[in-house]
């Protein structure tokens, strides 16, 4: 879809929006980007998403966030993506969003996030046209962010030690300036801030 990376390699409206959060990955030794998101989160409205789909109200009346944007280049090393993902996973603990919501086209990406604990929030081969990707079809699945950390524990889920119990020098999550309701009822490791 060449028209449509035209599109995603310059900043849109949303990526300026107050409630958005753009995370870029950086080789140290050259600079050069490796891996970068985009997290939209509902405190200040409705999703990207639900323009075109609603959401049951367990998601819908809950604080979210959408992620969007994930892109790390073929050779680029492996762990960017994992750590991508751990920063979004963080995001979303440190600012109080209970779910994060995701759409996904492709089969492999889809069975990547269920390994992560993703699952679906319409019916298991539901496809629904999303209109900021010019209504090209995805699969819609969500992942409750505070029970992670029990449920990934109770599973003896391999990505445990890495998204718990291992600090990272570089990945930083800041917490919001402004209380907004939610707070995780689990201890989760947040000793720095994220640069977003």
């Known amino acids: 879809m060449p028209e449509m990376g035209q599109r995603l390699a310059e900043p849109d409206e949303l990526d300026y929006d107050k409630s958005t959060s753009v995370f870029l990955c950086r080789d140290k030794a050259t600079g050069r980007a490796t891996g970068t998101m985009r997290i939209q989160s509902s405190v200040h409205g409705p999703l990207m998403m639900e323009q075109s789909v609603v959401l049951p109200p367990l998601l819908a009346e809950s604080t ?94 391999p990505l445990y030690k890495f998204i718990f119990e291992t600090e990272h020098d570089d990945l930083h999550v800041v917490k919001p300036p402004v209380d907004i309701g939610f707070r995780p009822p689990l201890p989760v490791m947040l000793r720095r801030g994220l640069a977003a």
């Open 64 to 157: 979210r966030a959408e992620v969007t944007r994930l892109a790390v280049p073929v050779g680029v090393d492996p762990l960017t993506r994992l750590c991508l993902w751990k920063a979004s996973f963080l995001f979303c603990m440190a600012h109080g969003l209970r779910w994060m919501v995701i759409g996904a086209r492709s089969e492999a990406l889809i069975r990547n996030y269920r390994r992560l604990g993703f699952s679906d929030v319409f019916g298991r081969d539901e496809l629904v046209p999303l209109a900021h990707t010019g209504g090209v079809l995805h699969r819609i699945m969500s992942f409750e962010a505070p029970s992670a950390q029990r449920v990934w524990g109770e599973m003896r889920h």
